[in-house]
């Protein structure tokens, strides 16, 4: 049972007050905080009203009934990202519960692991949906909303492997996060005048309930612990990020203290993207 009680950190609360959060992808695939959730909850902590998408009911009522729980407010809604009609029913019963949307959270994704020529269309198409498509359905169906309110903020999750090779041969997952950081930059200009703000927060390694799945499906339960010190060993940091870091840096961007910022890309990855430049006397015995 997801419980607010958990988030780390004082309760301030009060910095989303009066706003309307629409979060794309707000459940969790497995049992735990996931990065959706977590902000969710975060979002809810800080006074905002929030539609809760997903795609699975059970994953959008569970964090409805813990913000819920909680003191706070929210609907669970379900749509597939991946398909206009049902985010727009998602936006349209938002703006009904609600009265409007201030900020929308685009949280899908997903990733196939291949190589370019390895790469069949059926994976290539499903990872683009999720990371990139979806994205631009939901952005297509509050921007008019939030044109008539004069203001918004649309935050997009991504990922380092839009600015950096990943060894592990996600051809698909990096050009839809690519992607993605182009989609931010044109709603960014093309509504710079209309009050709305669009930003993308870069996540490198963080400790999630679907990683921790997939080690397990991939490496078995008795090297899990093996396989996420591995994940830690190599960020300069030398540990993974947690959801709660990724939901404080989303209420910064859903925030009016980001009201200057838009067309951001913003690195969280415990420096695992910075270029380093190796010194040959370090060679030398």
């Given at each position: 049972?997801?419980?607010l009680?958990?988030?780390?950190?004082?309760?301030?609360?009060?910095?989303?007050?009066?706003?309307?959060?629409?979060?794309?992808?707000?459940g969790?695939?497995?049992?735990?905080?996931s990065?959706?959730?977590?902000?969710a909850?975060?979002?809810a902590?800080?006074?905002?009203?929030?539609?809760?998408?997903?795609?699975?009911?059970?994953?959008a009522?569970?964090?409805?009934e813990?913000?819920?729980?909680?003191?706070?407010?929210?609907?669970?809604?379900?749509a597939?990202?991946?398909?206009?009609?049902e985010i727009?029913?998602a936006?349209?019963?938002?703006?009904?519960?609600f009265?409007?949307?201030?900020i929308?959270?685009?949280?899908?994704?997903?990733?196939?692991?291949?190589?370019?020529?390895?790469?069949?269309?059926?994976?290539w198409?499903?990872?683009?949906?999720?990371?990139?498509?979806?994205?631009?359905?939901?952005?297509?169906?509050?921007?008019?909303?939030?044109?008539?309110?004069?203001?918004g903020?649309?935050?997009?999750?991504?990922?380092?492997?839009?600015?950096?090779?990943?060894?592990?041969?996600?051809?698909?997952?990096?050009?839809?996060?690519?992607?993605?950081?182009a989609l931010?930059?044109?709603v960014?200009?093309?509504?710079?005048?209309?009050?709305?703000?669009?930003?993308?927060?870069?996540l490198?390694?963080?400790?999630?309930?679907?990683?921790?799945?997939?080690?397990?499906e991939?490496?078995?339960?008795?090297?899990?612990e093996?396989?996420m010190?591995a994940?830690?060993?190599?960020?300069?940091?030398?540990?993974?990020?947690?959801?709660?870091?990724?939901?404080?840096?989303?209420?910064?961007?859903?925030?009016?203290?980001?009201?200057?910022?838009?067309?951001?890309?913003?690195?969280?990855?415990?420096?695992?993207?910075?270029?380093?430049?190796?010194?040959?006397?370090?060679?030398?015995?």
């Open positions: 049972m997801l419980d009680n958990e988030i780390p950190g004082a309760k301030s609360g009060g910095r989303l007050a009066g706003k309307v959060a629409l979060i794309v992808g707000a969790s695939s497995a049992s735990g905080w990065n959706g959730s977590a902000v909850a975060l979002f902590r800080e006074g905002a009203a929030v539609a809760a998408v997903d795609v699975s009911a059970d994953a009522e569970e964090v409805r813990a913000i819920v729980r909680a003191g706070g407010r929210c609907i669970a809604l379900v597939d990202g991946t398909k206009k009609d727009a029913r936006v349209a019963q938002c703006v009904a519960e009265g409007r949307v201030d929308l959270h685009n949280n899908m994704g997903g990733s196939i692991p291949s190589k370019v020529l390895d790469s069949t269309e059926a994976d198409r499903f990872v683009l949906d999720r990371n990139l498509t979806a994205a631009l359905f939901a952005s297509q169906c509050v921007l008019p909303v939030m044109v008539k309110q004069g203001n903020s649309i935050i997009h999750i991504s990922s380092n492997a839009a600015v950096a090779y990943p060894r592990l041969n996600m051809v698909s997952y990096s050009a839809a996060k690519a992607g993605l950081h931010s930059r044109a960014a200009m093309e509504y710079v005048t209309a009050g709305i703000r669009s930003n993308c927060i870069i490198g390694h963080i400790d999630t309930p679907e990683i921790r799945r997939r080690a397990l991939r490496f078995g339960a008795d090297k899990l093996e396989v010190t994940r830690a060993s190599i960020i300069p940091m030398k540990r993974v990020g947690t959801v709660w870091e990724v939901a404080h840096a989303a209420v910064y961007f859903a925030s009016d203290e980001s009201g200057f910022v838009t067309g951001a890309e913003f690195i969280m990855d415990g420096g695992t993207s910075i270029p380093v430049v190796e010194s040959y006397p370090d060679k030398v015995k």
